[in-house]
């Protein structure tokens, strides 16, 4: 008798073994599915966030690709700035650090793409699917396109950062950080002259 309890507790024990083995098969088997639902669960979030950033390059492309696609179209624009600016004309010509813009009478403005708050092409115009990946035809700075036309000596209108008033007379120079302008309202030495940041300008308008 006590063999056989012996023997049923052995069997007993080999059922036991055999159901802890089942539990753990089963427990394998659900931690098997439950990575493959999280694996399902990051494919269908790597899709969706692939989708958002194909949507969002053509829905939010840069500036300068959108300026771009513009001026090769010669499509009038309404570029508004931060300083408060507005200027309807054409896109002359689009550079790294800034966009030049033709208005009428074959006035030019060069305006900083960090001042540029706005670009609304008329509507309709399909120009915010322009590819985000193109770059500016120009590599050019701001300061080095200014220098160039200080050589002769322009009568200008500079707009700067912060909503000041905009100061008029002839563009001297242009050095590293500084832009030198003598001011409209006088003659010879005693025209007074003003020294701005050139990183504090905005747009620069030339007026002859």
């Known amino acids: 008798m006590g ?21 753990a098969d089963d427990l394998l088997a659900q931690l098997g599915r439950w990575r493959e639902d999280q694996d399902a669960a990051e494919a269908a979030r790597s899709r969706t966030k692939e989708r958002w ?15 771009l696609d513009l001026a090769e179209r010669g499509t009038p624009v309404t570029l508004s700035t931060t300083a408060g600016g507005t200027h309807t004309a054409t896109v002359a010509g689009v550079a ?5 813009l033709r208005s009428s009478g074959d006035r030019l403005t060069f305006v900083r ?24 035809p ?3 700075l701001l300061g080095h396109a200014l220098a160039g036309l200080a050589a002769d000596r322009p009568r200008v209108r500079i707009v700067t950062a912060g909503g000041a008033e905009p100061w008029t007379g002839e563009l001297r120079a242009v ?3 500084v832009l030198t302008l003598r001011l409209d309202g006088g003659d010879g030495p005693a025209c007074a002259t003003v020294y701005l ?5 905005c ?6």
């Open 3 to 23: 063999g056989g309890e012996w023997a049923a507790g052995g069997r007993f024990a080999a059922v036991d073994e055999v159901d802890g083995a089942g539990d």
């Open 53 to 67: 950033l194909r949507q969002q390059a053509a829905e939010a492309a840069r500036l300068s690709a959108v300026a």
């Open 96 to 100: 790294r650090e800034f966009v030049v």
């Open 113 to 136: 793409w960090s001042c540029v708050a706005a670009i609304r092409p008329p509507p309709g115009d399909r120009a915010g699917e322009a590819d985000a990946d193109r770059d500016a």
């Open 138 to 140: 120009l590599d050019l």
């Open 175 to 177: 050095g590293g950080d």
């Open 197 to 201: 940041a050139l990183d504090a300008v």
């Open 203 to 208: 747009e620069v308008t030339v007026l002859g």
